[in-house]
């Protein structure tokens, strides 16, 4: 079976986590990663700048926005693109974007 990969970016809020967990109860799983853009990220001097503290552990927040990363089935990529659709109201109700790739070579027991 061909994998597919689809990148989804959602800026962070209240609603990012429900979204994932609506996601993961979809079936399907991703690596998240909290990221920031980089405009946001070259604001602050090398000083002042934390890429993660104790705020976001505490409060379960993540930085500005999170990557998340999907390995899927050919077969399963339009269903798991509905849910993110449906989720994000078409990014109406949350902003982010996704896209999707081929990936040519995949091995791996996860």
Not at 43 to 61: A, G, K, S, V
Request: hydrophobic share 35%.
């Amino acid at each position: 079976m061909k994998k597919k990969e689809l990148y989804f970016v959602l800026e962070s809020s209240e609603r990012a986590f429900s979204t994932l967990e609506e996601i993961k109860q979809a079936g399907f799983n991703a690596t998240v990663v909290s990221t920031e853009s980089l405009r946001h990220a070259v604001e602050y001097t090398p000083e002042d700048h934390h890429f993660l503290n104790l705020r976001h552990i505490e409060q379960n927040q993540l930085l500005q926005s999170i990557l998340c990363l999907f390995v899927v089935d050919e077969n399963r990529l339009e269903e798991l693109k509905e849910v993110i659709r449906r989720c994000t109201n078409n990014f109406k109700g949350l902003k982010g974007f996704m896209y999707s790739r081929d990936i040519l070579d995949y091995e791996g027991s996860i």
